[in-house]
């Protein structure tokens, strides 16, 4: 007999029965048992799993006709315990059938068993036999639960203290050359045999029981009659004489012999140990290795918090360095956007920042000064602050002819670009069309025409080129076109310098642009014009501007959301701006731009931050939340974030709270505000809320946001922070 396991019962009860042999093989397969248990002790350090089959087991296997009818020794490893299940189960048979045998013996339902193999994860309808078992052989799987919460997986029989297989293969011989492997299955029960001897390997040190601790105590027959006699209270007893295989001796001195004691030993008894002092010294065994035991423990923890303090150190020294990056970067950029400026925002931040110095300067002077020398300081402040704003002037024109000739650019591309749009398999289309070539031509030709390093003769033929592209369509402007391309050509030929010609090829370039620009010559621009080209459709969208006494169209006024007429255009409150509050807004911006960001992100189809426009933000920050912050009172504009107040809910004037950086990362970490903020902060918060709600409640495109707070019960007995203290009288 070939086993999976060295056997070590030492305080295990097992039982071996033959679950699936003929009855006339019981005696065979019990004499066959006690041989191979024989040769288990020879080769006690034999592997589980390891299964010899001989010529004439290979030539039975071959001979079977149904395969798929042969046992194989499935082991299954309970994960994440890691208690072994051993069956006994048929190749033919899925892995399905196998998980409904351990559902029913795990007490689990099969759907939230998986099985896996190698570390890959066995599909239902694959069989052992297409697992690659081979009849007879021992495969391992790991059983694990997909929602160990609900159903855990925990063996159902108690864990014995042994290793002994729960199934091993047996070898028995039916006829003189014919064998037969008979599965085997270890039967545990929970009896407690007595001890009746046994011997330990030399070389394992494993002990080995004999057969009365391994079977099963013969039962007395019943006879019916219920007894109290001495032969029920007695055991028989036999009396059998044993002779010692070698004959041993003792030899000892007499008269006549001399035996020498000068090998023999003296042993003195020692000490008698108590059992009190027994137990006393396994405690204080216990309590040294409980002690180190935990020394292990409280350094191993201390080891982690050190660790995690350094982490944490490290972790607030890389945010200070990147906070210090964000300012020195935002600093570098203000003081880029001052000495380059390029866009409307950087003027205005030029000017925020001459009116600061000259309020500044002028409180200085009052304070210091008075009489004529104070009239006389004004003077040169007043004429300093001349010069500055016709710095700042230079630099704006300056900046307009870059900006004209991006934006020029920019419009020619637009024109050229070829039509595209998106397939069904996500691939972008591009299309060309008359229109577009016809564009792009003329983008190409106008791009020839502005270049300055050309050569006498290749501006002969740019020329040439465009005097046949203009000439296709005859009007006042194209004539006029012809005749200074004319006159540039015969100053050309007459060897006039090319500084003396610059007037003349801007005018040719502004008129040429302006013939690409009118939709009869290019009638791709006709989608792009800023101004449209039906009537109808100008007197819609056209309003008076009071400041510059322009009819201007309605994309040339800000309106904000409480707005009830149509005040001035952008430019005349640029310029009011300049001349009087010189203001920047760019703060504003930014904190607008971050909260439609992070609510697009939240909830795709958030309206209320894209109802705002900045002069409305400016209000909720500047006057509802004093721009500080909340909880720390910081002041800086550039630190300051617009959140949500409860998370769960959209973002709205009446859901909103203003905080810094760091605490608006906290603060949108919370689940229950109410346990987290004390409920004179809760009070003020909604008190803020409150305002916003008044103020806004006034937009009527708003109104259907806004929650009616009448209508929402508040509690006020738990917001009384202290109660008058009554003296009652006798």
Known sequence: METDDSLNPRNTDATISASQTQSALD????????????????????????????????????????????????????????????????????????????????????????????????????????????????????LSSLDPENYPIKPVKPQQECNMPDVITVKVQTDADTYQDVVVEIERTTRKNPFLGGYRHKVTKTEYH????????????????????????????????????????????????????????????????????????????VIIIQSHTRRWLAKRLTTQLRLNKELRLAWMEKEERRKEEEKQERIRAEYHRRMNPEKKEDFALLYNALENWRKEQAEHINATLCGAERKDALCALLEQETQFIA??????????????????????????????????????????????????????????????????????????????????????????????????????????????????????????????????????????????????????????????????????FSLTVNTRMVGLCHHCKELDNEARQREDISYYKTILEHLRKEESELKPDAKIPYLLQEQDLRYLVDVVWGARCALSGCSNLNDLLMVRWDRCCEWSPWNCILLDKDKAAAHLKLDIIEKTYATVFICDIKHKHALAQKHFSQIPVMAEYLHDVNSQPVAHSHLLVTKPITIGTK
Not at 36 to 49: L, V
């Open 391 to 556: 710095s700042i002037e230079s630099h704006r024109i300056v900046a307009g002819e870059r900006s004209q000739e991006k934006a020029v650019q920019a419009f020619l591309n637009k024109c050229a670009a070829p039509k595209q749009w998106q397939t069904s398999d996500g691939k972008m289309t591009q299309m060309d069309t008359p229109h577009t070539i016809r564009a792009r031509e003329l983008r190409d030709l106008y791009g020839s025409i502005i270049l300055s390093c050309l050569s006498q003769e290749e501006r002969l033929d740019v020329l040439l080129t465009l005097k046949h592209t203009v000439k296709e369509h005859d009007c006042k402007l194209t004539r006029e076109m012809v005749e200074l391309i004319d006159r540039e050509t015969d100053l050309l030929m007459r060897g006039v310098k090319e500084s003396n010609l610059e007037g003349l090829r801007k005018r040719i370039a502004t008129l040429f642009l302006q013939y690409i620009k009118n939709p009869t010559f290019n009638p791709q621009v006709s989608k792009l014009l800023r101004v449209p080209q039906d009537p109808e459709q100008l007197r819609k969208n056209v309003n008076f501007c009071r400041g510059c006494s322009k009819f201007l169209p309605s994309s040339e």
């Open 27 to 142: 005696e065979d397969v019990r004499n066959q048992t006690q041989a191979d248990i024989c040769s288990d002790q020879e080769e006690p350090s034999e592997r589980m799993g390891q299964v010899r089959i001989s010529p004439q087991e290979q030539e039975a296997i071959k001979a079977d006709d149904d395969v798929g009818n042969s046992t194989a020794t499935v082991k299954v490893l309970l994960m994440p315990e890691g208690h072994m299940m051993t069956v006994a189960f048929m190749i033919g048979l899925t892995t399905e059938d196998l998980k409904n045998h351990f559902a029913n013996e795990l007490r689990v339902p099969s759907d939230v068993i998986q099985l896996t193999l190698n570390g890959n994860s066995a599909e239902d309808h694959q069989t052992l036999m297409n697992l690659g078992v081979q009849p007879h052989a021992t495969v391992q799987f790991e």
């Open 210 to 285: 004999h057969a009365g601790v391994q079977t099963v105590a013969r039962k007395r027959p019943d006879r019916g009659v219920e007894m109290f006699s001495r032969d029920t209270q007695t055991v028989q007893v036999k009396n059998q004489a044993q002779q010692c295989t070698i004959t041993t001796s003792t030899q000892m001195t007499k008269p006549g012999c001399f035996i020498s004691n000068m090998k023999d030993k003296l042993i003195t008894p020692g000490r008698y140990v108590t059992a009190d002092e027994y137990h006393s010294k396994r405690l204080n065994a």
